[in-house]
């Protein structure tokens, strides 16, 4: 029975050995290596990384033959320029980094089979084997461990650089396709991944700023791609982050879209999120102008005192952006024009909501109870209530009267206050309802 020395010793001799068979078949271990990999791993089937692949694989396993032979320190051993390299092109190419770490941890493992099916012939001293297998897991498994490591930080570096610098290559392109100083549009296609001869419709998506702008850019471009699945887009869209929390995107749509989906399907998205849409549009002049409508409709959303999620399409706040510019003097027209009625409350604005909807359904009583879900003499009731407010019948400056309730329906408190003006004194009504289409008080509608 050999003593504890002995048995370390004849473990030391036993890794030693391994290391010259290492040497002697690095041709078939490389081959087991990559076998496995490209078995296991889909990305590391393309040609370019699987020659990358190849070449690290080799400098990995001399350095870690260098350790075993001459009992080198795992820390005091270099990591190879090749896996390094490798590293680098995975984060260019934007292979996941959890493809390297798999492909690290199949490796060692490979590795490590074929170091215990060749101890098992070159020994037959099952304590011997087991001392030697320890050592190797020592020094080997930690220098493995460092090189993940490295790996793991090249790898983040190098992701970081190159998106910065994609990012800013992309944001260029764009910014000459908007300004209509891009002249050569197959390189833009190119640039971009994104077709422009196409129908499109532009957006602007936003979260609240946090301290995790990565987190928020990765769930916007994740959100936005599942929003263009379910509109039925054919194309991956184009995403282009603005800030760590906004990013603008170009979704290819067919003729058919549906404008009025968006709402929903980003109200059900994990984290709020405001939303501006333009109006879905052709080629490269459309990709401009579907852009500036979203854009348009983002100044009225970002204005907005309205809570929680919101979602603005350009087909709906056209002339409210407009007058956005100057937002002290648009909440001093809305007071003007709904007198009493621009107070910030919840009755204000149940009656200004009833007098919108009812003027937006024709002045039908029927058709806006049905949809305020209301019986009719209820809307009846409201509406002369609100004339009262507003000193005089819904008729009178129609006009004014409807812009400022869409200022107050998507600005909220923004443009509302805590009083109005003093209305004008109403001439008697004589019990008649309310007429807002002019010619008496009667009804307008059914």
Partial sequence: MRSAGDSALAARELVVALASVMEAQSGELKAR???????EIEEARDPQ??????????????????????????????VPATAIEHARRLAQRGVSPAVMERANRLATDTVMRWCLEQMQLLSDDAAVVAQAAVLIMTDAGGYGDRVAHQLAAVYEAERELWLRRSNASREACVGQLLTGRATDLPAAELALGYRLGQRHLALAVWTERTESGDDEMSFLERSVGALADKLGCTAAPLVLP????????????????DIAAIGPIVAGWEHPVRAAVGAPAEGIAG??????????????????????????????????????????????????????????????????????????????????????NMHKNSVVYRLRKAEDQLGHKLRDGRLDLEIALALCHWLGAAVG??????????????????????????????
């Fill in 417 to 446: 206050g805590a009083g109005g003006v003093t209305p004008a004194p109403r001439p008697p009504r004589g019990g008649s309802p309310p007429g807002p289409a002019g010619g008496g008080g009667g009804p307008a509608g059914g």
């Fill in 33 to 39: 290596v990559i076998d496995r990999l490209t078995s």
């Fill in 287 to 372: 990709f401009r102008r579907t852009h500036q409508r979203a854009m348009a409709a983002q100044v009225v959303a970002q204005n907005s005192a309205r809570p929680g999620p919101l979602v603005v399409s350009s087909a709906e706040v056209g002339a409210i952006a407009l007058m956005c510019a100057d937002m002290s003097a648009a909440r001093m027209w809305v007071r003007d024009v709904l007198g009493p009625l621009a107070v910030d409350d919840a009755t204000s604005e149940r009656l200004r909501e009833t007098i919108r909807v009812f003027l937006a359904n024709g002045a039908s009583y029927t058709a806006t109870a049905e949809q305020l």
């Fill in 242 to 257: 603005r800030a760590d929390n906004e990013a603008w995107a170009w979704l290819p749509v067919g003729p058919a879209v």
């Fill in 49 to 78: 990384i699987a020659t990358m692949q190849a070449a690290a694989t080799v400098e990995t396993l001399a350095s870690i033959r260098q350790i075993l032979q001459h009992r080198i320190e795992a820390g005091r051993a270099d």
